[in-house]
């Protein structure tokens, strides 16, 4: 398989005006093939700029997410991830859904081997929120 072939489906990458989802249901999680599936090994992402809101007042809430996971077939693309998890900024819901809502939708799309999302959400009336999915316990 060329590389192009691998990046056909990918179409976020591409040169020119970047459109921000306004919803994770608008998202668009995109993929390529994984070039060493006989190989277990971890893929990490993170990030300290999650947003979203509160669902009763409105305020915006702040998280550090971090997803693992061993991949099986395919691999998230990261800029596809980095627009989808953009796409919590105007969404009011707690912090367990948005956890499991990811968690979800990454496990629909990738099938992967092993899947953990964290959330670490800042501190609101002086109590920090953490809320954690792995596969092997899920």
């Known amino acids: 398989m ?3 072939t691998k990046l056909t489906g990918l179409t976020l990458l591409k040169k020119g005006e970047t459109r921000y989802p306004t919803s994770p249901d608008e998202a668009k999680l995109e993929t390529f093939e994984n070039a060493n599936q006989g190989r ?6 993170k990030t300290s700029e999650f947003t979203s809101l ?15 996971y061993i991949p099986n077939k395919i691999c998230v693309e990261s ?7 953009f796409s919590f900024r105007q969404t009011g819901t707690f ?11 990454l496990e629909k799309e990738l099938q992967p081997k092993r899947l953990v999302v964290n959330g670490d ?3 609101r009336g002086g109590i920090t929120s953490s809320v954690k999915i792995d596969s092997a316990e899920a």
């Open 54 to 68: 509160c669902p009763i007042t409105g305020q915006p809430d702040f998280a550090t997410i971090t997803i693992e």
């Open 95 to 105: 912090y367990e859904e948005i956890v499991n809502r990811i968690y979800t939708d």
């Open 2 to 4: 060329t590389d192009e």
């Open 121 to 123: 959400f800042t501190a």
């Open 40 to 45: 277990n090994y971890w893929i990490t992402f």
């Open 79 to 85: 800029k596809s991830l980095k627009l989808y998890l």
